[in-house]
C-alpha cells in the first residue's frame, strides 16, 4: 500500500495535498478494504478498466499489484482466461468507459440472476473501481504523464512529476490579456443578477450540448493503434464514445440531475450497498469541486468559483447530464473553445492526448493549476459515470 501512495500519479496529484489525502483514502479504500470483492477481482478490474482508454501505465501497475495479492498469472494472459464470473462485467464496463447512458436494468439483472451470480453490493463495488480507474486513466493521459514516463530525459522532470511546458506562441503580454480577461468575465457574471426563463436555461444546455458535438480535430478522427500488451485485456475495441447529442431519436434522454442527483440519491444508495463507501466519495467529490487558493495565475484573491463551475458542467454536460439550475451561456464565457477541446478529449479519447496537447492548454497557469483542472475532469467524468450505474441499479430495485 505504502507503493500506491508514492507512485508517480500520486506525486503529481500531490500538488493539491487537501485533495491527495481524499483520492488516496477512497483508493485503498476500494482496493483493500473490507468489501464485496475479492482482492484479485478488484487488482483485475482497474486493469480491465484502464485498458479500455490504452492506459499502460495503470495496467502495469496493476498487473503487479495484482500478482503480489495472489492472483493467478494466467488471467494476465487474456479475458478468455478468466473465471466467467468475472468475464461477465466487460459488457459493464465498456459501456460505463465511453457511453454511460447506454447502461440499463436489462445489464444489471443479467449479473445478479444469471447463472454468474453476482450479488448486488458486488456489482456496486465493481462499478466503483471501474469508474476510478476509467477517470483516472483520463487523468494520467491529461497530464502529458504517459509521455512523460515512457521518454523520462531528465532527473528534475522525473521528481517534479508533470511535463515540462515548452514555449508558448503567445507573448507575455498576450498572456496577461488572456488571464485578466477571464477574471473580467468572473466578475461580471458574479455581479449579474440575471433570471433565465427555464425554457431559456434548456436552450441554452442544447446550445453547448450540440457545440461539443460539433467539436472535431485531426486528433479525434484517427484512430489510436491499440498497444499488443492491452489487446488482451479489451473486449470489442472498436466500441468507443460516441456524441451524446447525436444519439438518435430512440436513445435515452438527457439525464436531469434534479430529477436523480448525487446528493439526493446515488450517495446515500451507494453508501448503502457498499460499506460507507459514499461517504469518500463525497468527500473527494467535494475536494476536487471546492479546492481553491483564491489564486490564479500568480494573481491573489481572485474568486475561481465560476469557472471551476463551468468546467465541471461542461464536463458532465459531454455525458448528457444537465444541472437544471445552472445557466449554460456561462460556460460559452468562460471556456475557451481550444479548452473545450482539450476537456473533451480528455474525458472520451484521452489515449489521444499527447505531451504537446498538455503543454499547448492553458499556457497562462502554473502547472499546478492546470493539474486542478485534470482534477476536475478525473472527478466530474466519475460522478457522471456513477450517476447512470446508480441510477439504474435504483431502477432494478424497485
Not at 487537501?18 to 483514502?25: D, G, N, P, T
Not at 502529458?144 to 521518454?151: K, P, S
Request: glycine content about 4%.
Amino acid at each position: 500500500m505504502d507503493k500506491i501512495e508514492l507512485d508517480h500519479v500520486s506525486q503529481v496529484i500531490g500538488y493539491h495535498p487537501s485533495y491527495l489525502e481524499h483520492f488516496l483514502k477512497t483508493q485503498k479504500f476500494i482496493l483493500y478494504a473490507d468489501g464485496p470483492l475479492t482482492y484479485n477481482y478488484r487488482n483485475y478490474l482497474a486493469i480491465m478498466a484502464a485498458s479500455r482508454h490504452q492506459c499502460t501505465y495503470l495496467i502495469e501497475l496493476y498487473e503487479q499489484e495484482f500478482l503480489e495479492q495472489g492472483g493467478d498469472r494466467k488471467w494476465l494472459e487474456g479475458l478468455e482466461y478468466l473465471p466467467a464470473k468475472l468475464r461477465a462485467i466487460c459488457t459493464i464496463n465498456k459501456i460505463l468507459a465511453h457511453r454511460p447512458w447506454l447502461l440499463t436494468t436489462d445489464h444489471i439483472e443479467a449479473l445478479t440472476k444469471g447463472r454468474f451470480c453476482w450479488t448486488l453490493a458486488e456489482v456496486v463495488h465493481a462499478i466503483v473501481i471501474l469508474a476510478h480507474f476509467h477517470s483516472l486513466s483520463s487523468f494520467v493521459f491529461s497530464c502529458g504523464l504517459t509521455q512523460e514516463l515512457n521518454n523520462s530525459t531528465s532527473q528534475s522532470r522525473r521528481q517534479s512529476g508533470v511535463a515540462t511546458s515548452s514555449p508558448g506562441s503567445r507573448s507575455p503580454t498576450e498572456e496577461v490579456k488572456s488571464v485578466d480577461d477571464l477574471m473580467a468575465r468572473m466578475r461580471d457574471l458574479s455581479n449579474k443578477n440575471i433570471i433565465c426563463s427555464e425554457a431559456e436555461l434548456s436552450t441554452r444546455f442544447k446550445t453547448v450540448e450540440m457545440q461539443a458535438a460539433e467539436l472535431a480535430s485531426s486528433s479525434l478522427q484517427t484512430p489510436v493503434e491499440m498497444p499488443p500488451k492491452v489487446c488482451q485485456y479489451v473486449e470489442d475495441p472498436n466500441f468507443t464514445y460516441v456524441d451524446f447529442a447525436k444519439r438518435g431519436a430512440d436513445m435515452p434522454t438527457t439525464f436531469r440531475v434534479q430529477d436523480y442527483s448525487w446528493d439526493d440519491h446515488g450517495y446515500s444508495l451507494v453508501n448503502r450497498l457498499y460499506n460507507d463507501v459514499g461517504y469518500l466519495l463525497d468527500a473527494k467529490f467535494r475536494a476536487a469541486y471546492n479546492l481553491t487558493y483564491f489564486t490564479l495565475a500568480g494573481r491573489s484573491n481572485v474568486d475561481t468559483s465560476k469557472f471551476r463551475r463551468a468546467i465541471w458542467n461542461y464536463i458532465q454536460c459531454i455525458y448528457g447530464i444537465r444541472h437544471d439550475d445552472y445557466d449554460y451561456g456561462e460556460v460559452n464565457q468562460l471556456l475557451e473553445k481550444s479548452l473545450k477541446m482539450f476537456i473533451k478529449t480528455a474525458c472520451c479519447f484521452p489515449e489521444r492526448i499527447t505531451k504537446k496537447d498538455y503543454d499547448s492548454i492553458l499556457r497562462e497557469l502554473q502547472h499546478s493549476e492546470k493539474v486542478h483542472v485534470n482534477l476536475m475532469i478525473l472527478e466530474a467524468r466519475n460522478q457522471a459515470e456513477l450517476l447512470y450505474a446508480l441510477r439504474e441499479i435504483m431502477r432494478y430495485m424497485t
